[in-house]
């Protein structure tokens, strides 16, 4: 699929923007998800170092290292997609696209 293909498929302002917003979420989330979760493994390994044998303390920070890894892994799982199924669809050569 050529590139004038593509801008006249999305040449609409509204998905243009939709789509912008949408990777400018993603990218967010993929930035400041895991700080947030780091921050709370910090506070949930003090608490822990204060009181070891409260089991509810581990299982949070299993909870949150699991959290992190999707937070992060979120996006780039979405952008892999999209980029797999190419122009056959329009929204993923939309999607594709969106950022040139």
Avoid: H
Avoid at 30 to 59: A, C, H, R, T
């Amino acid at each position: 699929m050529n590139l004038l293909t593509v801008v006249n498929q999305c040449g609409d302002p509204v998905l243009a923007k939709i789509l912008g917003m949408i990777k400018s979420i993603l990218n967010l989330i993929q930035m400041i998800g895991p700080i947030i979760g780091i921050v709370s493994i910090v506070i949930s390994l003090i608490k822990l170092m204060s009181n070891p044998d409260e089991k509810k303390y581990k299982k949070l920070i299993i909870n949150w290292v699991i959290a992190i890894f999707m937070l992060f892994l979120l996006p780039v799982i979405i952008d892999l997609v999209m980029r797999l199924l190419d122009d056959s669809f329009t929204l993923s050569s939309c999607w594709n696209y969106a950022g040139y």
